[in-house]
């Protein structure tokens, strides 16, 4: 299951973020998931949970979006929507040879949310 070697970088790379920051927790991580990066959302989530166990990221929300696969064909630059099981064939001109990918293969943290372990400053009275 390779999520939770997912699930672990993606803890790493916070933990190191979110330290460097000075953070005190992180509670909640937003990643971009295209839909031809071969990631099962559900063993991912499951994975993040064990992953955070004793770091800043314990009990943090993972929160995942989805982002459609879409191609471009170079012969006539017809864009689509590419699909599951994906269509690598434009469907204006049917060629398979000039077809570019544009999306679909993300796997990006897009925000992270941290308390911050500074102390305020106080007020004046």
């Known amino acids: 299951m390779h999520e939770m070697s997912i699930a672990m970088a993606v803890v790493d790379q916070v933990a190191e973020a979110a330290q460097a920051g000075?953070?005190?927790s992180v509670s909640r991580v937003e990643l971009e998931i295209g839909e031809l990066a071969g990631v099962v959302p559900d063993a991912l989530?499951?994975?993040f949970?064990?992953?955070c166990t004793a770091?800043?990221?314990e009990g943090a929300e993972l929160v995942t979006r989805?982002?459609?696969?879409r191609a471009r064909c170079a012969s006539c630059t017809g864009e689509w929507a590419v699909g599951m099981p994906p269509e690598l064939r434009c469907p204006d001109c049917g060629k398979a040879d000039a077809v570019e990918?544009?999306?679909g293969r993300e796997?990006?943290?897009r925000r992270v949310v941290w308390?911050?372990?500074?102390?305020p400053i106080p007020e004046e009275a």
């Open 22 to 24: 000075a953070a005190r």
């Open 45 to 47: 989530a499951f994975s």
């Open 49 to 51: 949970q064990l992953a």
């Open 55 to 57: 770091t800043p990221l």
């Open 66 to 69: 989805s982002v459609t696969a």
């Open 101 to 103: 990918l544009l999306t």
């Open 107 to 109: 796997l990006r943290i």
């Open 115 to 119: 308390e911050d372990a500074r102390e």
